[in-house]
């Protein structure tokens, strides 16, 4: 017994902190998670404008998602070495001075800082998950035992009834054989003083076998009825307490599990809402990526036709130059530069859409 409550004990402060840790890491307004997320998302404000360092924010923000998904010690480590590509990035970046560049360093080592003690918080809870496990093959054997213990002790109890019981009958039998008139005086004095306690005692651990705990046998004296009904008693009520006691605490144990169910499932919708959300992310980035190869594939068409078009509005301008004006010739060069004009429009719209250049119209000073 004393086994089983010091595992109950432990199991309970067990279970208290594992509840401590998972609410210091997922709480929502307070828990690391949280604050890594918020660090995040001042870093992402910070690099607006800097392609970049926003793609290794991205990949850093894409294994923390992951991470937090499926709790991997290695995707924590992808994000730190993001982390360490991102800072050398931002030494090569000359664009940032150097106060804007120590703000964003300063941002990217508090969400490291913030993601260690993340990972250290879920070793510890896996420790104790394990501990938990382990704890629960040690009782579980310790309960078994407890019952069966209380078993033998009320079938010992039904064999000591029944002995007393046929030792009596054999006692009235042997006065019974002796004359009638003893016969009469010893079967009224055993049903005053021994059958009827057996009969008693018997209702009562007929009582007890079915259940009902409440029921005393009310008797005394020194003989050894009145010694077996006040072991029988006593026996009694040590099975009725050791069954409250352990109700009392399986119902404590029910609710503790009940409650960790409950947190179980808010972490469960916690993890399919991220997954959610992880999905969202890859398929914007996905799209940027195919629209980014589209843009580059337009940017490169548009400039090589540039190149040849320039070629050709070039030299249909010189020709023009040199026919005099009335000549068919010269009208027909005049709707191949309008041509040409035609399509050095659709390649600004070209290279607009691929956003790799600006195109602009700026007057030329000749010496």
Same mark, same amino acid.
């Given at each position: 017994?004393?086994?089983?409550?010091?595992?109950?004990?432990?199991?309970?402060?067990?279970?208290?902190?594992?509840?401590?840790?998972?609410?210091?890491?997922?709480?929502?307004?307070?828990?690391?998670?949280?604050?890594?997320?918020?660090r995040?998302?001042?870093?992402?404000? %910070?690099?607006?404008?800097?392609?970049?360092?926003?793609?290794?924010?991205?990949?850093?923000?894409?294994?923390?998602?992951?991470?937090?998904?499926?709790?991997?010690?290695?995707?924590?480590?992808s994000?730190?070495?993001?982390?360490?590509?991102?800072?050398?990035?931002?030494?090569?970046?000359?664009?940032l001075?150097?106060?804007?560049?120590?703000?964003?360093?300063?941002?990217?080592?508090?969400?490291? %800082?913030?993601?260690?003690?993340?990972?250290?918080?879920d070793?510890?809870?896996?420790?104790?998950?394990?501990?938990?496990?382990?704890?629960?093959?040690?009782?579980s054997? @310790?309960?078994?035992?407890?019952?069966?213990?209380?078993?033998?002790?009320?079938?010992?109890?039904?064999?000591?009834?029944?002995?007393?019981?046929?030792?009596?009958?054999?006692?009235?039998?042997?006065?019974?054989?002796?004359?009638?008139?003893?016969?009469?005086?010893?079967?009224?004095i055993?049903?005053?003083?021994?059958?009827?306690?057996?009969?008693?005692?018997?209702?009562?651990?007929?009582?007890?076998?079915?259940?009902n705990?409440?029921?005393?046998?009310?008797?005394?004296?020194?003989?050894?009825?009145?010694?077996?009904?006040?072991?029988?008693?006593?026996?009694?009520?040590?099975?009725?307490?050791?069954?409250?006691?352990?109700?009392?605490?399986?119902?404590?144990?029910?609710?503790?599990?009940?409650?960790?169910? %409950?947190?179980?499932?808010?972490?469960?919708?916690?993890?399919?809402?991220?997954?959610?959300?992880?999905?969202?992310?890859?398929?914007?980035?996905?799209?940027?990526?195919?629209?980014?190869?589209?843009?580059?594939?337009?940017?490169?068409?548009?400039?090589?036709?540039?190149? @040849?078009l320039?070629?050709?509005?070039?030299?249909?301008?010189?020709?023009?130059?040199?026919?005099? %004006?009335?000549?068919?010739?010269?009208?027909?060069?005049?709707?191949?530069?309008?041509?040409?004009?035609?399509?050095?429009?659709?390649?600004?719209?070209?290279?607009?859409?691929?956003?790799?250049?600006?195109?602009?119209?700026?007057?030329?000073?000749?010496?």
């Amino acid at each position: 017994m004393n086994l089983y409550l010091s595992s109950a004990k432990r199991f309970a402060e067990t279970s208290i902190q594992s509840v401590e840790l998972v609410t210091e890491v997922s709480a929502p307004d307070r828990g690391f998670e949280t604050a890594l997320i918020s660090r995040m998302r001042l870093l992402k404000e %910070e690099l607006a404008g800097h392609a970049a360092l926003l793609d290794l924010h991205h990949e850093m923000e894409y294994h923390i998602h992951q991470y937090r998904i499926d709790r991997k010690r290695f995707l924590m480590q992808s994000a730190f070495n993001a982390a360490f590509k991102f800072r050398q990035q931002l030494k090569n970046e000359l664009t940032l001075d150097t106060e804007k560049r120590e703000r964003i360093s300063a941002t990217l080592d508090q969400g490291m %800082e913030i993601a260690d003690k993340i990972t250290e918080a879920d070793v510890r809870i896996k420790s104790i998950i394990n501990d938990l496990s382990l704890q629960e093959k040690t009782v579980s054997p @310790i309960s078994g035992s407890l019952v069966k213990l209380a078993m033998e002790e009320v079938k010992l109890a039904g064999e000591r009834i029944d002995y007393t019981h046929r030792a009596a009958a054999l006692i009235m039998a042997a006065i019974a054989l002796s004359g009638v008139f003893a016969a009469l005086g010893a079967g009224a004095i055993l049903n005053r003083s021994i059958t009827q306690k057996l009969i008693r005692l018997t209702k009562t651990a007929k009582e007890i076998r079915e259940g009902n705990l409440d029921v005393s046998f009310e008797g005394s004296g020194e003989d050894e009825i009145g010694q077996l009904a006040f072991t029988f008693n006593m026996m009694a009520a040590r099975i009725k307490e050791f069954i409250d006691t352990l109700e009392a605490r399986v119902a404590r144990r029910t609710d503790e599990l009940k409650t960790a169910n %409950e947190k179980l499932l808010r972490e469960m919708d916690d993890r399919i809402k991220a997954e959610t959300e992880k999905k969202n992310l890859e398929g914007q980035l996905s799209q940027a990526h195919k629209m980014e190869a589209i843009g580059t594939l337009a940017g490169g068409i548009a400039h090589d036709f540039n190149n @040849i078009l320039s070629a050709m509005i070039g030299y249909a301008d010189l020709a023009r130059e040199e026919i005099p %004006e009335g000549s068919p010739a010269r009208q027909k060069l005049e709707n191949v530069l309008k041509a040409g004009d035609r399509a050095k429009n659709l390649v600004k719209q070209i290279l607009a859409f691929s956003r790799k250049s600006q195109i602009g119209r700026s007057r030329f000073r000749s010496r």
